[in-house]
């Protein structure tokens, strides 16, 4: 009987979970920071691994900039392009072994599974697989149907080119790094998109990176959207460690009104005020808690039908997950392929490691063999014993030794200051000088 058949499907309640909770102080892991393991460029699908050729520099923008190009159309056939390479084909790129970790996803994935418990209007489905051979979980977003790109999403890929002093908005060339990131009890492999980067020459990444956004200027009645957009910020970069969130503030018309400057820990303490209602406050350690309970709940799932593609389906109307198998979807054979290429190219590694020609060293000499190098005299011209060889070396000039030069008188001069001062005064009477 096959493994989907017996299978029941398993739902969680995220609502009835965020009302339930109770903190037990078990949180304060989170606040270790996360540690850049790998990184490379993306130019028009190609992987450059270890470059830094599409991390731009942080350039503050002017306000009153008009966030309208001629370049939308473009932006949006660019957008509706897959990114055309292989599953997991950075990470062996960039020579990351996956295995080491218990989770890995993007940023994105993460994103949408952690703020589920106030998410009510956008539902997602997430597929995830385990193997056998390794307890690693493997998450990816499904897409369902064709994105439709927005004016704000065009706006903000506006806001990025001119904060990093570029003309055109190029969604093909991108930055990505992979972060460790350890979330309760599970060690996470995130990648994810810087957009820059500060000049600094003490501090070291992920201190230096920049997180830009973009958003309409809210009003009072709207403040609940804004206070959740601040909860996708402060999570966004609160996973990989950015400090710094530039936000750039628009009107309807897409002019740019002004630049705030945000930190990433203090954004939880400006919401703070919101908690008490559930329809406006957000809280970060509830959110972290659900993530971590999520993943807890998704790997049992897996490592009971290791091999299968299971989906991860979200409501957002009910705020309910659905998890069942989907072995239709062919996700676990594309993880499968990537952990094979994976560990075919460890092998090779390993085994041009042991194949290298070892340098051939010298063969080690006894000592009575050096001994005899070093005291054994040389070997002299052996003298024909006849009358006419003698006084022919007899006849030969000898060497002469070279006369001293008789010393400068800048040297007397020093050699004279250099006696004493009794010396000098009466050396003439006692025969000194």
Same mark, same amino acid.
């Given at each position: ?23 037990d ?51 949006c056939n ?21 295995l ?6 993007g ?20 597929? %995830? ?23 704000h ?20 060339s ?7 990131r ?10 994810a998109?810087m ?24 009003t ?9 957009m ?5 999570l ?22 002004k ?53 991860l389906?979200?409501d %957002?109307?009910k ?6 198998? %989907? ?38 000499q ?7 190098k ?28 070279k ?31």
């Amino acid at each position: 009987m096959p493994a989907y058949k017996r299978f029941a499907e398993l739902s969680i309640d995220a609502g009835e979970w965020c009302r339930n909770w109770e903190y037990d102080g078990k949180t304060q892991e989170q606040r270790k920071d996360a540690v850049q393991v790998g990184y490379f460029s993306r130019t028009d699908g190609k992987i450059t691994a270890n470059s830094r050729e599409n991390l731009h520099y942080f350039k503050p923008p002017l306000p009153e900039t008009n966030l309208n190009g001629n370049d939308y159309e473009e932006f949006c056939n660019q957008k509706n392009r897959s990114t055309g390479w292989r599953y997991l084909e950075p990470h062996q790129r960039c020579n990351i072994d996956v295995l080491k970790y218990d989770v890995v996803a993007g940023r994105s994935t993460l994103v949408k599974i952690a703020t589920a418990i106030y998410e009510r209007k956008y539902p997602f489905e997430i597929n %995830a697989v385990t193997f056998r051979d390794c307890k690693t979980l493997f998450l990816s977003s499904r897409q369902t149907q064709t994105v439709q790109t927005e004016k704000h999403h065009y706006w903000g890929a506006r806001f990025e080119a001119i904060s990093t002093g570029r003309e055109t908005v190029a969604t093909e060339s991108q930055f990505m790094t992979f972060f460790k990131r350890k979330v309760g009890p599970h060690t996470l492999l995130i990648t994810a998109e810087m957009d820059c980067v500060l000049k600094s020459k003490s501090k070291k990444p992920p201190s230096t990176y920049v997180e830009l956004k973009c958003r309409e200027d809210v009003t009072r009645n709207n403040y609940s959207r804004f206070m959740f957009m601040y909860m996708r910020y402060w999570l966004q970069s609160h996973l990989v460690s950015v400090p710094t969130i530039v936000v750039g503030v628009r009107d309807k018309a897409g002019k740019l009104v002004k630049v705030d400057v945000l930190r990433t820990e203090k954004l939880p303490e400006i919401c703070k005020q919101y908690r008490d209602n559930l329809e406006m406050g957000w809280n970060a350690r509830k959110i972290l808690d659900f993530l971590s309970f999520m993943l807890t709940q998704i790997s049992r799932v897996c490592e009971k039908n290791a091999g299968t593609t299971v989906r991860l389906k979200f409501d %957002a109307s009910k705020q309910l997950f659905t998890v069942r198998l %989907a072995p239709e979807d062919n996700f676990a054979e594309r993880a499968g392929n990537a952990l094979v290429r994976l560990k075919s190219r460890q092998h090779r590694r390993q085994d041009t490691k042991h194949t290298k020609p070892k340098p051939q060293k010298k063969p080690l000499q006894s000592p009575k063999d050096t001994e005899k190098k070093l005291y054994e005299p040389k070997p002299q011209k052996k003298l024909q014993h006849t009358p006419a060889a003698v006084e022919e070396e007899w006849a030969k000039p000898k060497p002469q030794k070279k006369k001293s030069q008789p010393t400068p008188a800048r040297t007397k001069k020093k050699r004279r200051h250099q006696k004493s001062w009794f010396q000098r005064t009466f050396g003439t009477c006692f025969g000194v000088l």
